[in-house]
């Protein structure tokens, strides 16, 4: 069965980094895209950007250009989140959906970012 | 950027009644190629979205078909028949016809 295992949760400092990873099984990684959502504490769905699993080509929408990077290891049908130099409104959950229509979900990252 | 107005906020409903939620874009989701990128997600407590419809009116592998949506252009509804217990949570609406992507602000389905 189509399955987006995400790895666990991440407390961190601010100005620290944290790569959370999305790894897919139970079809064809490279036939779909990957895109990230995040939500923060009570809050809805943002969309935050989506990558190629093909090419490797990263889209990110404007509120997350910079800090935020996208990446894949394509081999292990994984694909990561990458955000660097953590700040206080970075606590929140981020999910990895599957493709055009975000058909599966992975569980989420709740990522806490404290002093 | 697109904006999706979800109402209401709030929605009581009884056990095995009925329930509509309205999502309106500030502009049409008609795609150049002439599909509408219109979805609908059920967020239960502490889970992750779960697609409920896709495009309109497609409902999901698996998804029962008290659920019904429609619309088109700018205007948008799901229907939820003869609610039951596990249909309670967040529904929000995306549209991903225009970049960026973007979600309604949600609709929270509670017991009346």
Same mark, same amino acid.
């Given at each position: 069965?189509?399955?987006?295992?995400?790895?666990?949760?991440?407390?961190?400092?601010?100005?620290?980094?944290?790569?959370?990873?999305?790894?897919?099984?139970?079809? &064809? =990684?490279?036939?779909?895209?990957?895109?990230?959502? +995040?939500?923060?504490?009570?809050?809805?769905? +943002?969309?935050?950007?989506?990558?190629? &699993?093909? &090419?490797?080509?990263?889209?990110?929408?404007?509120? =997350?250009?910079?800090?935020?990077? =996208?990446?894949?290891?394509?081999?292990?049908?994984?694909?990561?989140?990458?955000?660097?130099?953590?700040?206080?409104?970075?606590?929140?959950?981020? =999910?990895?959906?599957?493709?055009?229509?975000?058909?599966?979900?992975?569980?989420?990252?709740?990522?806490?970012?404290?002093? | 950027?697109?904006?999706?107005?979800?109402?209401?906020?709030?929605?009581?409903?009884?056990?095995?009644?009925?329930?509509?939620?309205?999502?309106?874009?500030?502009?049409?989701?008609?795609?150049?190629?002439?599909?509408? @990128?219109?979805?609908?997600?059920?967020?239960?407590?502490?889970?992750?979205?779960?697609?409920?419809? @896709?495009?309109?009116?497609?409902?999901?592998?698996?998804?029962?078909?008290?659920?019904?949506?429609?619309?088109?252009?700018?205007?948008?509804?799901?229907?939820?028949?003869?609610?039951?217990?596990?249909?309670?949570?967040? @529904?929000?609406?995306?549209?991903?016809?225009?970049?960026?992507?973007?979600?309604?602000?949600?609709?929270?389905?509670?017991?009346?």
């Amino acid at each position: 069965q189509i399955q987006l295992v995400q790895s666990g949760p991440e407390l961190k400092k601010p100005g620290e980094s944290v790569k959370i990873s999305c790894k897919a099984s139970g079809y &064809t =990684f490279t036939d779909y895209a990957m895109h990230w959502v +995040k939500q923060a504490p009570g809050k809805g769905l +943002k969309w935050m950007g989506w990558i190629n &699993t093909y &090419t490797g080509k990263p889209t990110y929408a404007d509120d =997350f250009k910079g800090r935020f990077v =996208f990446s894949l290891e394509a081999s292990a049908s994984t694909a990561n989140l990458q955000i660097s130099n953590l700040k206080n409104e970075d606590t929140a959950t981020y =999910f990895c959906a599957r493709g055009a229509s975000g058909d599966y979900w992975g569980q989420g990252v709740m990522v806490t970012v404290s002093s | 950027d697109v904006v999706m107005t979800q109402t209401p906020v709030s929605l009581p409903v009884s056990l095995g009644g009925q329930a509509s939620i309205s999502c309106r874009s500030s502009q049409s989701l008609v795609h150049s190629n002439g599909n509408t @990128y219109l979805h609908w997600y059920l967020q239960k407590p502490g889970q992750s979205p779960q697609l409920l419809i @896709y495009r309109v009116s497609n409902r999901f592998s698996g998804v029962p078909d008290r659920f019904s949506g429609s619309g088109s252009g700018t205007d948008f509804t799901l229907k939820i028949s003869r609610v039951e217990p596990e249909d309670l949570g967040d @529904y929000y609406c995306l549209q991903s016809t225009h970049f960026p992507w973007t979600f309604g602000g949600g609709t929270k389905l509670e017991l009346k």
